[in-house]
């Protein structure tokens, strides 16, 4: 029998103390990529760079925004799908899709979305502390009621968890009431609960707006053609940063760096 002394149990009580605050430190702390609309008309090139700078950037994962295949035809989902998953399979992240109505268009291509993503079209997922709720628009332009009662029951079920995010393809149903500065079911529901973000993409423009604490981001185009020009009216090829640091999050825009853009970063 090893008897130990009073200053060696201090020392291992020391060092478990240690142990112990290193690893709620990490468990606080991750970050993850948000990837843009890759269609429609997608831009030759512009999607393998943003991977490319995605796998740089060496996120815990990614999520997108929706629209990864052009669609619209249920005969050629499937092969649209394989052709682009081979962009993104070989760099190894845990990938999140959201769906896009270029991704959904139909009951056949709901079933190979699924199929080809691994993910219902509404779903939701944690990561640590943090909560994530993906909603389906694709076939609207607003949340169905059904969306409205699926994102309040799992707002509720996990309220007590921080931060919480909130995604969907079509920006409609925040964009235009936020711009009007009028009030909209949404965001009483997620100010009730304290989301962070709610995160769509569409427009290939990138627009950021903050009411009462929500950001409220559209992710501009991966990969699908510009409708406009010009740095500051939010035209350029992108992708999004995230930094989880407890119930903390920052949030920035990244351009894509040459040829196709030139780096730069909004915050």
Avoid at 19 to 30: E, H, I, K
Avoid at 56 to 85: C, H, K, L, M
Wanted: hydrophobic share 40%; charged share 25%; aromatic share 12%.
């Amino acid at each position: 029998m090893v008897l130990l002394s009073h200053r060696m149990i201090r020392g291992m009580l020391r060092a478990i103390a240690i142990l112990l605050v290193v690893g709620l430190g990490c468990a606080q702390s991750f970050r993850f990529a948000i990837v843009g609309d890759r269609t429609g008309e997608a831009q030759p090139g512009v999607y393998e760079q943003v991977w490319r700078e995605v796998d740089r950037y060496r996120p815990d994962f990614v999520v997108n925004v929706g629209d990864t295949i052009q669609g619209g035809d249920d005969a050629t989902a499937g092969q649209e799908w394989e052709s682009v998953r081979k962009v993104w399979s070989g760099y190894g992240y845990k990938l999140f899709f959201t769906p896009g109505n270029h991704d959904i268009w139909s009951a056949a291509s709901e079933k190979i979305y699924e199929k080809y993503t691994g993910h219902p079209a509404m779903y939701s997922f944690d990561w640590q502390q943090a909560h994530f709720t993906i909603l389906d628009n694709s076939r609207t332009e607003n949340l169905s009621e059904a969306q409205m009662r699926f994102l309040a029951e799992d707002l509720e079920r996990n309220r007590d968890r921080s931060p919480k995010f909130v995604f969907f393809h079509r920006p409609t149903v925040w964009l235009i009431p936020l711009k009007f500065q009028s009030d909209f079911p949404l965001h009483d529901l997620v100010r009730k609960y304290h989301v962070a973000a709610v995160v769509s993409g569409h427009t290939h423009q990138y627009t950021r707006i903050e009411k009462d604490g929500v950001v409220y981001l559209s992710v501009g185009s991966s990969g699908g053609h510009l409708r406009g020009s010009g740095f500051k009216e939010g035209w350029f090829f992108q992708w999004a940063q995230a930094e989880v640091r407890g119930a903390k999050v920052d949030l920035r825009v990244k351009e894509l760096g040459p040829p196709l853009g030139e780096g730069r970063v909004v915050e």
